[in-house]
């Protein structure tokens, strides 16, 4: 399948999450009682559920998007390319509206690529549209569809080879491929901290685009094919 894969008609995807809240004593009252069941068994037994709450974000019910990252390949030349763009803000609901209308403009058929995708991206993605009241774009929807039928790659399960119990980093899969990583991104852990105390957007954008840049590299080497050059890779401003 993947010999066979046209790279014109794959979007690599990449999304950036943070709490809804800035800290827990802003959470609303009713919602921190929720907060505390929904994270019950996954604290451990010396740690509160304000202690917890930074890790919010990677929680659909409790946490937000605030970037998401696009790349999609072209070939020219008989060279690959590769253009980022991002959608970013405070607004969810207008990162969403714009990421939907964008999807309009595109094939049914067109495919998603993103990294434990399967596991964080998509499913993410369909909760907040819900939660923000818009309708989940054909090529996320799910419903009614067969498994053959869903054109969503995920690189982290390719590299599963069928091994369920088997999670491999991003950065680590990169590292073992021999596709250059930048040494000064931020860690996914560190995503809240940026935002709501550095306030600076615009440094997670730049790892959201890392991000998607690297995974689109490891499709390459998925498929057998040499890695983008940098002069081939373009950030849509």
């Not at 605030?66 to 070939?75: K, N, P």
């Not at 309009?104 to 690529?113: I, N, V």
Request: net charge negative.
């Amino acid at each position: 399948m993947l010999k066979s894969l046209d790279l014109s008609q794959v979007m690599v995807i990449d999304i950036e999450t943070v709490p809804q809240y800035s800290s827990f004593q802003d959470v609303p009252p009713h919602l921190q009682q929720l907060w505390e069941l929904k994270t019950h068994y996954q604290r451990t037994t010396d740690q509160s559920a304000e202690e917890f709450y930074e890790r919010a974000g990677i929680l659909a019910e409790f946490g937000k998007i605030i970037c998401i990252s696009l790349g999609v390949f072209s070939y020219q030349d008989k060279t690959y390319s590769l253009r980022v763009k991002s959608i970013y803000g405070d607004d969810e609901k207008q990162i969403l509206t714009q990421f939907s209308a964008l999807l309009e403009k595109q094939s049914s058929s067109l495919m998603f690529c993103a990294h434990n995708g399967k596991e964080f991206d998509y499913p993410y993605l369909c909760r907040r549209l819900l939660v923000n009241s818009i309708d989940i774009p054909i090529q996320l929807e799910l419903t009614g569809k067969k498994p053959w039928q869903v054109n969503h790659l995920d690189t982290m399960e390719l590299w599963k080879f069928g091994d369920y119990k088997h999670y491999t980093s991003l950065n680590l899969l990169a590292t073992i491929l021999n596709i250059p990583t930048p040494k000064d991104d931020i860690d996914g852990s560190q995503v809240r901290q940026v935002y709501y105390e550095e306030r600076n957007l615009d440094r997670i954008v730049t790892y959201c685009q890392k991000d998607v840049i690297t995974t689109a590299q490891v499709l390459l080497k998925f498929k057998g094919m040499d890695i983008i050059s940098p002069e081939n890779i373009t950030i849509v401003v």
